[in-house]
């Protein structure tokens, strides 16, 4: 089955839209419209069931590239965090070139391998732990529609992804202001094998299996 082009059009390619904002020159109040306007995309709901009970917890999530780029990536952004650190509009100018290239871009970017790193040892890490399952659920406001996307989920602590995921946070949170202000975590990686359009019309009709 093909990646539904809701998905694409809605999820993936209006977040890609978020960041030309960004670089199109806005202020930041006006930028700070735009993230809240787009919040529901960058933070899911992600549900997981185990020892810990049913749970759901936002978190703000990215997309991997594609296991063939992903040295290509961590380089590019240790590149970018050596000559931008602490230099704000200038970090964030180069921060959205590389997502524009590396995150949502579909030759680099695989658009159903999303990753979040989870800053506590709760409910959803446990449940991850336990099961190896997540389930992410993305609305469209007010009723636009809604997906169901069903993921194998798994914590890394170690290793290139983990990096990966950590140097991204860092290049929107720590390099343009030169400073960190926490550690990194262990990773969370969510590979979709299922997508269910939630919308009033589908009810929950399954619209995307991995092959
Ligand atoms: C908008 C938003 C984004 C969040 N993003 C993250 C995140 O990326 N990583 C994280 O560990 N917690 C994040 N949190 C906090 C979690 O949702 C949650 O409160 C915390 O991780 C405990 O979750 P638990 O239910 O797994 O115990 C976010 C909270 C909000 C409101």
Not at 5 to 19: D, G, M
Not at 52 to 60: C, D, K, R, Y
Not at 114 to 122: D, E
Request: proline residues 7%; contains cysteine.
């Amino acid at each position: 089955m093909k990646i539904p082009s809701i998905y694409l059009e809605k999820f993936f390619y209006a977040r890609r839209r978020l960041v030309e904002i960004m670089l199109s020159g806005k202020t930041p109040d006006e930028m700070e419209v735009e993230i809240i306007k787009a919040s529901h995309l960058l933070s899911p709901m992600v549900a997981t069931c185990g020892p810990a009970g049913p749970n759901v917890a936002p978190l703000m999530v990215t997309f991997l590239p594609r296991e063939q780029y992903v040295g290509e990536a961590i380089e590019e952004l240790r590149r970018i965090r050596s000559k931008y650190w602490g230099s704000g509009p200038k970090a964030y100018r180069a921060a959205a070139e590389f997502l524009l290239e590396y995150v949502y871009n579909l030759e680099r970017a695989d658009p159903l391998r999303l990753a979040t790193h989870l800053m506590s040892k709760g409910h959803t890490y446990t449940n991850i732990e336990a099961t190896g399952e997540a389930t992410l659920g993305i609305l469209f406001p007010p009723d636009e529609g809604a997906l169901e996307l069903r993921a194998k989920a798994s914590i890394i602590s170690q290793g290139p992804v983990y990096e990966y995921v950590n140097m991204v946070h860092d290049l929107m949170h720590a390099v343009p202001h030169g400073e960190s202000s926490h550690p990194w975590y262990p990773a969370a990686v969510f590979e979709v094998y299922e997508i269910y359009d939630n919308s009033y019309q589908a009810l929950g009709k399954l619209v995307y299996r991995r092959g």
